[in-house]
């Protein structure tokens, strides 16, 4: 599990539309890395449509922004188009880069113990540093916390 000032964990993961992204080929830009559930649920999609809406002043800010989850990318596009999304977003299938970001954890709901992704976000600097990280993450107000960060990184 990393931690501040640590090296983000590099990872190249099939994206929506098509395509891949690299997190190393980034380089030389900051990059919010959001972690969530699952795609067209009540909170994910909040939080989705939040960084789709604050986009371009992420961009203004020097960012790039990543959404991640284990949801296929055909399922990921159907999620984009519903919602008119702008944002990147990745399938961890096989939630490899969840657990190496320690996302990827045990969940309990109404005595069901399961295992899913909590949501997290971390925000990586131009060299590939994790200079934030937010954890079981809520989603009100939560995009425009990070969209200071990064103003302030």
């Known amino acids: 599990m990393p931690d501040l000032s640590d090296t983000a964990p590099d990872f190249t993961l099939p994206r929506d539309g098509g395509g891949e992204v690299t997190l190393s080929d980034l380089r030389g830009t900051k ?6 559930p699952r795609d ?6 909040k939080e989705s ?7 371009q002043a992420f961009s203004d800010a020097g960012a790039q922004v990543l959404g991640v989850s284990r949801d296929t990318v055909a399922k ?5 188009a519903k919602h008119g999304l702008t944002t990147t977003m990745l399938s961890d299938a096989d939630s490899d880069i ?3 970001y320690g996302v990827w954890v045990e ?5 069901r113990k399961s295992m899913g992704i909590e949501r997290a976000t971390f925000l990586i600097d131009a060299d590939g540093h994790i200079g934030r990280i937010w954890r ?3 989603v009100p107000g939560h995009v425009e916390e990070v969209l200071e960060a990064v103003k302030t990184l």
């Not at 449509?49 to 986009?55: A, D, M, N, P, V």
């Open 40 to 45: 067209d649920t009540p909170g994910c999609t």
């Open 76 to 80: 990921h596009d159907k999620f984009v």
């Open 98 to 100: 969840c657990e190496r």
């Open 136 to 138: 079981k993450v809520k």
């Open 49 to 55: 449509i939040g960084f789709s809406e604050q986009l």
């Open 31 to 36: 990059v919010v890395l959001f972690f969530y």
């Open 107 to 111: 969940k309990n709901m109404y005595g």
